[in-house]
């Protein structure tokens, strides 16, 4: 008996240090896990966003049947020349190759040959041959003809970007007139003769004209009319209707001036400004505005319903909504509201797409309002359009 309580002894103790051994070697993970209940989260409003992809870059296409040469012609503008080559014209300064051997390399003349070549795979439109001066090879070299003469070309005889005729009198004259510049003009008082009307050659008065700067020429202008918001009414400037030029003859209050031209009779209270002889820009490079703009059609110049291509039309986007010069927008048409035949409902109607009918350019900017050149045009361009960001 007391054997038999040793060996149950032993096989206890062997027993226990067995299992000691195997909670050492084992891992202490519990085959289980507690986890502590976190309190409910307050209710959530899911909110679903479309992001919209990143859009590629604008691809440039080439006409179908564009040529491989073309010949400068007289009259043309880079616009046109585009055109020929392009869909989208106002792409030029993009697709347009300067060889650095040529001098004025950005200016065309008449007479030169453009021609398509090949940069790093890509189209590119170059001048292959001057006009007059040279030839200009694949290599860039230019051969001169040596002479004894001096021959210059100047930069009015170049090519310029868009009809420079179509709106040079939005150039050089004065097209919008802010009310406190209007309040202080000077004003014809009467003429020579005290006519009511008068025109060129004629002898006017003028009162509270400055003359102490400025070369001794004025604008006489006529304000038009009031040009004003269509979306919140606001007075944007009046419209200059555009009357002649004068040259001072004496000094004074009233100061004495003679008509030297004239575009319509010439009244009382017309005002006058100095002539600002400043250069205005002849090449406009065509880009879109740095932000997202839509703007609303102010005035259609000398038209009164509706103008097409190279005709001009006023906006009230200006310099403060960062639009400049050389910026180009898409004219839009609004769709037009429309009764569905087919609806059981008699008062039921559908409003159609808005479709795009041109293109303008940004010619000249004030600080509320500008003007814009219609480059391009589907169908008449009407006040109740409007234009957008291209």
Same mark, same amino acid.
């Given at each position: 008996?007391?054997?038999?309580?040793?060996?149950?002894?032993?096989?206890?103790?062997?027993?226990?240090?067995?299992?000691?051994?195997?909670?050492?070697?084992?891992?202490?993970?519990?085959?289980?896990?507690?986890?502590?209940?976190?309190?409910?989260?307050?209710?959530?409003?899911?909110?679903?966003?479309?992001?919209?992809?990143?859009?590629?870059?604008?691809?440039?296409?080439?006409?179908?049947?564009?040529?491989?040469?073309?010949?400068?012609?007289?009259?043309?503008?880079?616009?046109?020349?585009?055109?020929?080559?392009?869909?989208?014209?106002?792409?030029?300064?993009?697709?347009?190759?300067?060889?650095?051997?040529?001098?004025?390399?950005?200016?065309?003349?008449?007479?030169?040959?453009?021609?398509?070549?090949?940069?790093?795979?890509?189209?590119?439109?170059?001048?292959?041959?001057?006009?007059?001066?040279?030839?200009?090879?694949?290599?860039?070299?230019?051969?001169?003809?040596?002479?004894?003469?001096?021959?210059?070309?100047?930069?009015?005889?170049?090519?310029?970007?868009?009809?420079?005729?179509?709106?040079?009198?939005?150039?050089?004259?004065?097209?919008?007139?802010?009310?406190?510049?209007?309040?202080?003009?000077?004003?014809?008082?009467?003429?020579?003769?005290?006519?009511?009307?008068?025109?060129?050659?004629?002898?006017?008065?003028?009162?509270?004209?400055?003359?102490?700067?400025?070369?001794?020429?004025?604008?006489?202008?006529?304000?038009?009319?009031?040009?004003?918001?269509?979306?919140?009414?606001?007075?944007?400037?009046?419209?200059?209707?555009?009357?002649?030029?004068?040259?001072?003859?004496?000094?004074?209050?009233?100061?004495?001036? #003679? &008509?030297?031209?004239?575009?319509? /009779?010439?009244?009382?209270?017309? !005002? +006058?400004?100095?002539? @600002?002889?400043?250069?205005? $820009?002849?090449?406009?490079?065509?880009?879109?505005?740095?932000?997202?703009?839509?703007?609303?059609?102010?005035?259609?110049?000398?038209?009164?319903?509706?103008?097409?291509?190279?005709?001009?039309?006023?906006?009230?986007?200006?310099?403060?909504?960062?639009?400049?010069?050389?910026?180009?927008?898409?004219?839009?048409?609004?769709? #037009? &509201?429309?009764?569905?035949?087919? /609806?059981?409902?008699?008062?039921? !109607? +559908?409003?159609?797409? @808005?479709?795009?009918?041109? $293109?303008?350019?940004?010619?000249?900017?004030?600080?509320?309002?500008?003007?814009?050149?219609?480059?391009?045009?589907?169908?008449?361009?009407?006040?109740?359009?409007?234009?957008?960001?291209?």
């Amino acid at each position: 008996m007391p054997n038999y309580a040793k060996k149950q002894r032993a096989n206890r103790f062997i027993l226990i240090c067995s299992v000691l051994l195997l909670n050492a070697c084992a891992d202490r993970t519990l085959p289980f896990s507690i986890i502590e209940q976190e309190p409910e989260a307050a209710d959530i409003t899911v909110i679903k966003v479309n992001i919209t992809e990143p859009k590629s870059p604008e691809v440039i296409v080439y006409e179908t049947e564009h040529p491989v040469t073309y010949i400068v012609q007289k009259g043309d503008t880079l616009w046109d020349i585009s055109s020929h080559f392009l869909r989208d014209p106002w792409h030029w300064p993009e697709i347009w190759f300067k060889n650095p051997q040529v001098e004025n390399p950005h200016l065309i003349y008449p007479g030169d040959i453009l021609a398509i070549i090949y940069i790093s795979g890509q189209k590119r439109i170059q001048i292959q041959q001057r006009g007059e001066d040279g030839k200009i090879f694949a290599s860039g070299l230019k051969i001169v003809k040596l002479s004894p003469r001096v021959h210059s070309k100047p930069i009015d005889a170049s090519i310029p970007s868009i009809p420079i005729e179509s709106i040079r009198h939005l150039l050089s004259r004065p097209l919008i007139i802010e009310k406190d510049v209007l309040d202080n003009a000077a004003y014809v008082l009467s003429s020579i003769d005290n006519h009511l009307a008068n025109s060129t050659d004629d002898t006017l008065y003028v009162r509270k004209l400055n003359t102490s700067s400025g070369n001794g020429r004025y604008h006489i202008f006529r304000p038009n009319k009031p040009l004003k918001d269509p979306i919140t009414n606001e007075l944007l400037g009046y419209e200059a209707l555009y009357v002649g030029e004068t040259k001072l003859l004496r000094q004074g209050d009233p100061a004495t001036l #003679l &008509v030297t031209n004239s575009v319509r /009779e010439i009244l009382r209270n017309d !005002r +006058v400004i100095p002539l @600002d002889h400043t250069d205005f $820009v002849r090449d406009f490079f065509p880009s879109p505005p740095t932000q997202k703009v839509r703007g609303e059609i102010v005035s259609l110049l000398n038209a009164i319903s509706q103008l097409g291509r190279y005709q001009t039309i006023a906006l009230n986007l200006g310099q403060r909504d960062g639009i400049e010069t050389g910026n180009l927008l898409r004219i839009k048409h609004v769709g #037009l &509201v429309v009764r569905d035949l087919e /609806e059981e409902d008699p008062d039921f !109607r +559908v409003k159609l797409p @808005d479709e795009v009918i041109g $293109v303008v350019m940004i010619v000249r900017t004030f600080e509320k309002m500008s003007y814009a050149l219609v480059m391009e045009a589907d169908r008449p361009v009407s006040i109740k359009d409007y234009v957008e960001s291209p």
